[in-house]
């Protein structure tokens, strides 16, 4: 019985809400923490049984006497802080879950909460999370039954439905779009013909390829950081092929690769748009000034100089890139900057501004996994996992498809450890066991409906 516990919630971003909830629905009382109490009220506000607490994590001392008073500790604040946060818990001896991955920091007190008895469950969002369950679904099911798994590919992507992608790079954001951004230039690894295939950041937009999922989707796949890994997570030595890839929609990988070859990601300081910097510069002054060129530089200037220096695969995406950056606004000379130090910061206030969600408008999320089965009597075949979930229109107490998978696993997680079903102490995750994903995977389609769509393609 989970009712009348006490769970520490912190954080209060948007995919907080629907975690909320579900706990407060199971009669959990939620205390919400974030440095900023307007932040936690505003939260708190919209759900019964609950408390607005301003904290800081990086406070210790505050942070080591809220968590004496609860249960459980829910963590969906930055995963920097998440070592902070287990420390603090393993002092109270107090569980904690969240929904990042497992970071080196984290290892490195998996001996000490195993010590002192207390179960740190993470990776139990959507990816990771509801990807771990379906994943070591069908890789138990292949080796139980004597089968091999010869290769696994993985895509996730969180998108605007398709009648909403009315944009140039066919994205929204419901956040803030700097996180997003970096990641986009993060290296890749994978493995591939059982050889460890490696991809730059540099060079990440430029390896994106299609991928079909259903004929209705145009979209696009690029490796998602390190899969290596995962071979060994999902105990799957014998796969030549573990690929982990996020999805797009086509025509986004051009567009990103011209603004970082312009110098939109740029992360230094410049002195234009630094404090001192004048915030009468318009976006064509501000591409000018990136590319070299006087300040004075017309529009057709700057489009031949963006021609000239970024990295075009094919001549075709020329004119289409060119209008997705004149659709932004970068080359108006109208249009004002809002300076912010740096290219990206001050880029990251223009797509605030271009690509957020209207109301009204609806997020989409999809997942799919593919396994080539080598079977026990030697037969082969491609298995398949797939999840299309849509978010709620946005407008007052909708939930999002990106808020639901992730604050929905987190609330099955939670109650599962107050329950006393996941016996396991120290650093665990769904991948642990087949039986801690079998469980958390009913636990979704249960209580939640969520569940992916299986299928036997060949």
């Not at 210790?60 to 609860?70: P, Y």
């Not at 920091?105 to 993470?122: C, P, Y």
């Not at 105990?235 to 567009?255: D, Q, S």
Request: charged letters at 20%; one cysteine or more; aromatic letters at 8%.
């Amino acid at each position: 019985m989970v009712f009348g516990k006490k769970a520490l919630l912190l954080g209060a971003g948007f995919v907080c809400s629907p975690a909320v909830q579900a706990l407060c629905g199971k009669g959990v009382h939620i205390t919400v923490a974030c440095r900023t109490l307007s932040a936690a009220q505003a939260l708190a506000v919209h759900h019964k049984n609950t408390t607005a607490i301003e904290l800081d994590a990086s406070d210790c001392a505050a942070l080591n006497t809220a968590i004496s008073t609860v249960d459980i500790v829910i963590s969906l604040i930055p995963y920097t802080l998440h070592a902070l946060v287990v420390k603090a818990a393993i002092n109270q001896q107090k569980p904690v879950v969240t929904t990042s991955y497992i970071s080196s920091e984290l290892w490195d007190l998996d001996a000490e909460a195993k010590s002192a008895g207390v179960t740190i469950l993470n990776e139990i969002g959507l990816d990771p999370g509801i990807d771990h369950l379906y994943a070591v679904k069908t890789i138990d099911e292949v080796h139980c039954a004597g089968g091999l798994i010869e290769a696994f590919t993985s895509y996730c992507g969180a998108l605007p439905a398709p009648e909403n992608s009315d944009n140039p790079l066919g994205y929204k954001f419901s956040w803030s779009p700097r996180g997003g951004l970096l990641a986009l230039l993060n290296p890749g690894q994978w493995y591939e013909g059982d050889a460890v295939t490696k991809v730059n950041g540099s060079d990440l937009m430029a390896s994106a390829k299609p991928h079909h999922i259903f004929p209705g989707f145009n979209l696009v796949g690029y490796a998602n950081r390190n899969a290596v890994s995962f071979r060994d997570f999902y105990n799957i030595p014998e796969a030549k092929t573990v690929f982990r890839g996020t999805l797009r929609y086509a025509g986004f990988p051009e567009i990103i690769r011209v603004l970082v070859d312009i110098g939109y990601f740029r992360q230094d300081e410049l002195p234009a748009i630094g404090a001192n910097g004048s915030d009468t510069l318009t976006w064509a002054q501000l591409t000018a000034y990136l590319l070299g060129l006087s300040q004075s530089a017309t529009e057709i200037e700057i489009q031949s100089a963006i021609t000239r220096k970024a990295s075009f695969l094919f001549p075709a995406e020329v004119p289409r890139v060119l209008s997705g950056l004149h659709w932004m606004g970068l080359f108006s000379t109208t249009t004002r900057i809002d300076p912010r130090g740096t290219p990206l910061d001050t880029f990251c206030t223009l797509l605030e501004e271009k690509m957020a969600y209207n109301d009204g408008e609806s997020d989409m999320v999809i997942l799919q996994h593919i396994f080539d089965v080598i079977n026990a009597d030697g037969s082969k075949e491609t298995r398949s996992s797939t999840l299309v979930e849509y978010g709620e229109p946005i407008g007052p107490g909708s939930r999002s498809a990106m808020a639901k998978l992730v604050g929905l696993p987190c609330s099955a997680g939670v109650l599962a450890v107050l329950e006393g079903r996941v016996k396991e102490k120290g650093m665990v995750a769904p991948w642990t066991s087949p039986q801690i994903a079998s469980m958390l995977r009913d636990d979704l389609k249960g209580r939640y409906g969520i569940e992916l769509k299986e299928k036997i393609l060949r």
